[in-house]
């Protein structure tokens, strides 16, 4: 089973930047594709970007242009680069391994003045 550890989640200004990261345990980091979701409360879980093995991208129009999905395989670590940070952003972020199915603990971002 993947261990999945997320952090960086804060309270941030609207505008403001944040830079999410994911730390996988296990040997499948590599040659999965990693994502990140959010979910508000009393809402479902929604996609928010995700990377494949070669680095190809896709992201939830929602946040195109203001966040950015990286990965570093050597370190097993998945980032998300925030910018432009609006209160609707607000949520508990989750990082997830989409070939295993396994996800984090979750970390939140509350975006508010």
């Given at each position: ?12 200004q ?42 190809i ?7 195109k ?45 509350t975006?508010?003045?």
């Amino acid at each position: 089973q993947v261990q999945l550890v997320e952090s960086g989640g804060a309270l941030v200004q609207p505008g403001g930047s944040l830079r999410l990261s994911c730390v996988s345990s296990g040997n499948s980091f590599s040659g999965s594709t990693m994502g990140w979701y959010r979910q508000i409360p009393e809402k479902g879980r929604e996609f928010v970007a995700h990377i494949s093995a070669s680095g190809i991208t896709k992201y939830a129009d929602s946040v195109k242009g203001r966040f950015t999905i990286s990965r570093e395989n050597a370190k097993k670590v998945v980032y998300l680069e925030m910018n432009q940070l609006k209160p609707e952003d607000t949520a508990v972020y989750y990082c997830t391994n989409l070939v295993f199915g396994d996800w984090g603990q979750g970390t939140q971002v509350t975006v508010s003045s």
